[in-house]
């Protein structure tokens, strides 16, 4: 168990725009930093993180919290693992007191996956650079095809003996054992229990995730055998999802973000020749054909997709058909294309690096006049086929959620195509009417299966719900004076650590102004109970909690409630002073009135609730004389509600 000094150190030194900004392209927004949430698909961004708080949140699907939530959120860690992992980001050595042997055993579940893959990584290595058979067969290949060796180290290239269970034996000699090396697919156990590498006799490409730890291989065979796959790539395990990792991404993602423009390559090789020209931000989609899955991870970082497509013509048709999903994400998509025969690989060491970087950067094109030109060839005069590729762009224009950007092709493909633009914006609007249309009638027939999977519901209540007057009591929603709680723990988070400087009150904080006007007041939220007992107990002992308290408290409802009272997705532009002249006052340039209003519209609820009970009771007590009992009882707390309704402005019907 890490100790308590090394976890403040943790929480005092991590920045959460450092931490979040090596995993989401941040752009500054006002007070805010914003970017598309990792957590769930969207295209506008709804993600804020705010630096003077430390925090994290998302408008969009409501996650949040400080750095260490967000390493267990995004990377599936544990709070020690998080916690360890940002002890590592920022140089700091972790002190750790014993675990039980089950706290162990749990923790090491997971983490001996990764240190096996690490440790494969470190054979393989160490085969290519430092045995004969490396050198000979491994290091001469890739230096055959033009690689240098800063390259080759700095994506932990490496290489497989071919011997049946090289690796294997020497993990099991090193301690590992043979279950995590079955479960991240680096040996294979066959029908006879006979135990093997799956990797024999290839060079070796290690996959790492967004942190930099190798989750699983690819590896290439040298060997000229068709009847030999040429690609092996790690199965799915529980640290490795291929269709949510992009190869090159951990060297990548700050050239990505910093250049605001991701190349995306097919191979293995390709990452490693573009990296060598010295274009870094360059990705692949790590054998596997691109998922959607994919194109958002691109999406975190930037907006922009360029793809380096091989030059073969066949090639290049097929992988059309499978891009229109990146146009649907909302990025935008160029594409370059390499000559005949050559891939981003051959061509790169072809020409050199220089002529290489040149070229991609004056050959990139628009994906759809790329695409629609690539097909007119192929259609050539036909009519028929012509008129199939018309639709054939259309349709890519129509997944193209911006409708201006959308426009703006339609135009642009009128020329290219000879077709007036009336027709295709024609056609565009039939597309999108008809995939909405179908997407409403999917709504429906879900809608509808989900209420003939059960009793069908009454259209209204059971007559015994209801008397003359309508619904009875039994019917009636009970009102809460949930807001009013939750406003009054805001501006304990916002403003309690401030001083009170106002008419005949002096020396004392926000905070313990409002405890002491709300200390006959029962609070009903049980989240708002606790943090307000809390408070209160603070108090009493001379301390003063802080909203920073709340927001990295260890139980996550508690945390949640204070990240959400503490952030806004509003922010009030800079632009209503600065060019309009329009100032604009904010709650904090009169906090008495706030203060106050916050204590005294949870008074008024608490006060009206007490009067609708009293005025049930009034109504059905028999006894004379409890009757009028209860009825100066009202006057009493009507006055009290009088008084409260002329503070804040309201009118009472009398």
């Not at 010295?278 to 997709?305: M, Y």
């Not at 003359?468 to 805001?490: F, H, L, Y």
């Not at 009493?540 to 909690?545: A, E, K, Q, S």
């Not at 949640?560 to 340039?589: F, G, Q, R």
Request: aromatic share 10%; with cysteine.
């Amino acid at each position: 168990m890490i100790n308590r000094e090394t976890i403040d150190k943790i929480m005092d030194t991590a920045r959460i725009e450092e931490v979040v900004g090596d995993f989401v392209h941040l752009k500054k927004r006002g007070t805010s930093l914003i970017g598309n949430c990792p957590f769930h698909g969207e295209k506008t961004p709804s993600f804020h993180v705010s630096v003077t708080k430390g925090i994290y949140k998302c408008f969009g699907c409501g996650k949040g919290g400080d750095s260490v939530r967000f390493i267990m959120d995004h990377e599936k860690y544990s709070y020690p693992e998080a916690l360890k992992f940002l002890a590592n980001k920022y140089n700091i050595e972790v002190e750790e007191t014993e675990l039980t042997p089950q706290d162990t055993e749990a923790q090491n579940a997971k983490e001996s996956l990764y240190v096996v893959s690490q440790f494969a990584t470190a054979f393989f290595v160490k085969q290519l650079w430092e045995t004969q058979e490396g050198k000979t067969i491994g290091l001469s290949y890739f230096k055959e095809r033009g690689f240098r060796e800063d390259i080759l180290k700095k994506f932990e290239v490496g290489y497989s003996p071919d011997v049946w269970d090289a690796m294997t034996q020497s993990a099991v000699n090193a301690g590992h054992k043979l279950e995590f090396l079955e479960q991240t697919g680096l040996s294979i156990k066959n029908d006879n229990g006979k135990i093997y590498d799956r990797f024999r006799g290839r060079v070796m490409f290690p996959i790492h995730n967004f942190t930099g730890r190798v989750i699983g291989f690819g590896g290439r065979t040298l060997k000229t055998d068709k009847n030999v796959p040429k690609y092996v790539n790690s199965p799915e395990s529980e640290i490795y999802h291929k269709s949510n990792v992009l190869y090159g991404l951990f060297h990548a993602k700050k050239a990505i973000r910093d250049l605001d423009n991701c190349y995306l390559a097919e191979g293995y090789a390709d990452v490693l020749s573009v990296h060598q020209a010295g274009v870094e931000n360059v990705v692949a989609s790590s054998g596997t054909s691109l998922t959607v899955e994919q194109i958002k991870l691109i999406g975190r970082f930037t907006q922009n997709v360029t793809i380096l497509f091989d030059g073969d013509a066949a090639g290049i048709k097929a992988s059309l058909r499978g891009l229109d999903m990146i146009l649907e994400e909302g990025l935008n998509v160029k594409i370059v294309s390499f000559p005949d025969g050559h891939d981003p690989d051959s061509y790169m060491h072809h020409v050199g690096a220089g002529a290489f970087k040149t070229y991609i950067e004056d050959n990139r094109k628009d994906f759809i006049l790329y695409k629609a030109n690539v097909l007119l060839k192929e259609a050539g005069t036909d009519p028929i086929k012509r008129a199939g590729i018309i639709r054939d762009i259309v349709e890519s224009i129509a997944k193209i959620p911006d409708p201006i950007k959308a426009s703006v092709f339609i135009r642009e493909s009128s020329s290219l195509l000879q077709i007036e633009e009336s027709i295709l914006l024609s056609e565009l609007n039939k597309m999108r009417s008809n995939k909405s249309k179908k997407a409403f009638e999917s709504n429906q027939r879900s809608n509808q299966n989900n209420y003939n999977s059960g009793a069908p519901e009454p259209l209204g209540p059971p007559d015994d719900l209801w008397d003359d007057n309508g619904p009875s009591a039994t019917t009636q929603v009970a009102e809460t004076d949930e807001n009013q709680e939750k406003e009054i723990i805001r501006l304990l988070l916002a403003y309690g650590h401030e001083f009170v400087n106002w008419d005949n009150i002096d020396d004392m904080y926000i905070g313990s102004f409002i405890m002491q006007n709300l200390a006959d007041v029962e609070f009903e939220n049980s989240v708002c109970k606790q943090i307000v007992e809390f408070y209160k107990v603070e108090l009493d002992n001379g301390r003063l909690p802080t909203a920073n308290h709340f927001i990295k408290h260890e139980e996550r409802i508690i945390a949640d409630l204070a990240i959400d009272l503490s952030t806004s997705p509003y922010a009030l532009s800079e632009n209503w002073l600065n060019k309009h002249l329009i100032y604009v006052k904010d709650e904090s340039m009169n906090l008495k009135a706030t203060i106050l209003g916050g204590i005294f519209h949870l008074k008024k609820r608490k006060v009206d609730r007490i009067l609708t009970s009293l005025l049930k009771e009034i109504k059905d007590e028999s006894d004379g004389d409890n009757q009028m009992i209860l009825m100066q009882r009202y006057g009493v707390i009507k006055n009290v509600e009088r008084e409260i309704s002329k503070f804040l402005g309201s009118v009472i019907v009398k």
